[in-house]
């Protein structure tokens, strides 16, 4: 399977690392002109506190407004159950859309129960501004971004193929870390199997992003840039060409043995929004659910 990417193309990637979630969000530019995208970027949350602050966000905002780029884009691979979206904060500061996967609405309908959001809660995507299907396009200046559906992880996850470079998201980590966790609501690991091959069927040079880091054992450094080829022979789950029952078997059972996420509760409730607090209330206090044995 091909996919209709320029690989003469390299888009200028600039990288963000969060530590306290461990997220890596990116600038996106158009080598031609002096548009950019954003993708996944993050918005401060002290839980314990309940206290939301904005500086990982500040910093993207102040890279792109120092260098006199125009964002276009701030875009999501997916809705993240680590880290907070800050894309309703960027928009309004730097304009640009808000895009994500069009099965958004399965997460949506999902976790609206989960929360108990009642008829209010619009499940329909309408929150963003576009969403993507398997084969669309956008454009980033004179840059085209291509979208491909990659789900198993989630429903909704998507990678990026913008010149030479993929955004993955959490579908792939760097090669001695693995692979995304499949234990989500609507995750599936033989989904994310087939999903990372259509990743693999790039070209091998194909530089890969990806959406998280958590420094693999022996390893000093965070990373979050490899390539294809380098996936396809040194991924520890997924390389070499190990086949799909051996892979879901391993993914199946590792899942089992994994923490729920520190921030999936905020996190759910703000990113199924596109980023945006839930309503509040008449005293225009805003909050946060917390069910009970429902996750």
Known sequence: MSYPVDMTVTPEVSAHFDEDTNTISYIVKDPSSNHCAIVDSVMDIDYAAGRITYDHADALIAEIQNRGLTLDWIIETHVHADHLSAAPYIQEKLGGKIGVGEKIMIVQDTFGKVFNEGTAFQRDGSQFDALFSDGD????????????????????????????????GDTLFMPDFGTARCDFPGGSSEVLYQSIQKILSLPDETRIFVGHDYKAPGRDDYAWETTVGEQKALNVHIGEGRPMEEFTSMRDARDATLAVPRLILPSLQVN?????????????????????NKI
């Open 272 to 292: 199924m929004r596109a980023g945006q607090m839930p309503e509040p209330d008449e005293q225009g206090d805003v909050f946060l659910k917390l069910p009970i």
């Open 137 to 168: 396009s956008f454009m980033i200046g004179q840059l085209r971004g291509e979208v491909l559906h990659t789900p198993g992880h989630t429903p909704a996850c998507l990678t990026y193929v913008i010149g030479d470079a993929a955004f993955v």
